[in-house]
């Protein structure tokens, strides 16, 4: 599975983003998709993940009533749109593919093991 990110820019505090992963293979229905990001000096961090069959969803306790992650089976493609945008979030955004996740680990970056190259988010104050 390869993936690619992309929908990243420059926007002002409150503005809105739509980021795009496209993925290329099989992706199976028991697969988690997720985001995760990164700040300058800081760790990577869960965003959101989906599972590919369900739908069901998950997402970091400061982002959940400002993104919505969703997933088009036919574009083989997962959204992540990120509204009210804060200077905090700040980060290049990756997309990733976790082939064998449970539930319980799929908030955790060591369960995917397919990973994009990143899209960088920036909100200015």
């Known amino acids: 599975v390869q993936l690619q990110a992309s929908g990243g820019g420059m926007v002002q505090t409150g503005g809105s983003l739509t980021l795009s992963c496209a993925a290329s293979g099989y992706i199976a229905s028991n697969y988690f998709m997720g985001w995760f990001r990164q700040a300058p000096g800081k760790e990577r961090e869960f965003v959101a993940t989906?599972?590919?069959?369900?739908?069901?969803?998950a997402y970091e306790d400061s982002v959940k009533a400002r993104f919505t992650i969703s997933r088009d089976k036919a574009k083989n493609t997962v959204l992540l749109q990120v509204s009210s945008l804060k200077p905090e979030d700040t980060a290049v955004y990756y997309c990733?593919?976790?082939?064998?996740?449970?539930?319980?680990?799929?908030?955790?970056?060591?369960?995917?093991?397919?990973w994009g190259q990143g899209t960088l988010v920036t909100v200015s104050s």
């Open positions: 989906i599972r590919w069959g369900s739908g069901h969803s």
């Open positions: 990733a593919a976790a082939s064998s996740a449970i539930l319980s680990s799929s908030r955790s970056s060591g369960a995917y093991n397919y």
